[in-house]
């Protein structure tokens, strides 16, 4: 179909057919959903007007020639990429190089083959700063503030981090943007569910869970009474 201009792929698919949206010239946007495992052969071969692909953490392989002749200048391989098949990457002889943007430890295990795929790399970090991928604020206290840091070949670009709530709206927090990579956290009510949080740079994103908890304050005083005396607890 030469009318697609984006696509959504739900997790429930787990594998791009081969040649699925080859020579789509019109499709501009594709995001995939945590679920997809594969990217076949040729999926997106000659989409020349491709130039954006968010890549979930569950993509494992991209095969042959996925993205050849694409119109995608820059792309970003979540650590859990195992397979890169043969020109994955590559460009029309005499066109500008794919630039693939990953972990410093997924560039150690994988360079050969993304170099080989026809791109080249760049290392690119993106870290929340918190000790724990779930946070804890109080409904009817202050709101929380976390940061997080990305890094491209030795360059700060954390002003490019973006956050976003995964489900686009929750009733449970709000969140703004403060920039420089920090986003602030307005608890609206009490939820036993967290809310996923996600913050994104340059297509690699990181989860951060937000979970709303109530604190019961009280007033009364108990009064026990031992022996006759009474003692307020």
Not at 1 to 30: D, R, Y
Not at 47 to 62: D, F, M, Y
Not at 63 to 87: M, W
Request: hydrophobic share 35%; with cysteine.
């Amino acid at each position: 179909n030469q009318e697609i201009t984006s696509v959504s792929v739900p997790s429930t698919v787990e594998s791009i057919g081969e040649k699925a949206f080859g020579g789509c010239t019109s499709l501009q946007e594709v995001s995939l959903e945590e679920g997809v495992a594969e990217i076949g052969n040729n999926a997106f071969d000659g989409c020349t007007g491709l130039t954006q692909v968010s890549l979930p953490e569950t993509v494992k392989a991209i095969g042959d020639e996925a993205f050849k002749d694409s119109g995608l200048t820059q792309i970003t391989l979540p650590d859990s990429i195992e397979t890169i098949g043969t020109a994955a990457f590559a460009k029309p002889s005499g066109g500008d190089t794919m630039e693939v943007c990953c972990s410093s430890a997924l560039r150690t295990s994988m360079e050969g083959d993304i170099t080989s795929a026809g791109a080249t790399v760049a290392t690119l970090e993106l870290t929340i700063a918190h000790e724990f991928d779930e946070i804890a604020v109080v409904y009817d206290g202050e709101a929380a503030t976390v940061s997080a840091s990305a890094v491209k070949n030795e360059e700060d670009i954390s002003d490019n981090i973006e956050w976003s709530l995964a489900d686009g709206e929750s009733e449970c927090v709000t969140i703004e943007n403060l920039g420089s990579g920090t986003v602030k956290i307005t608890p609206l009510k009490a939820t036993t569910e967290s809310v996923r949080l996600v913050a994104s740079c340059e297509n690699l994103t990181r989860n951060l869970y937000a979970k709303v908890e109530k604190t019961v304050v009280s007033d009364d005083t108990v009064t026990v009474t031992l022996d006759q005396t009474q003692y307020p607890y």
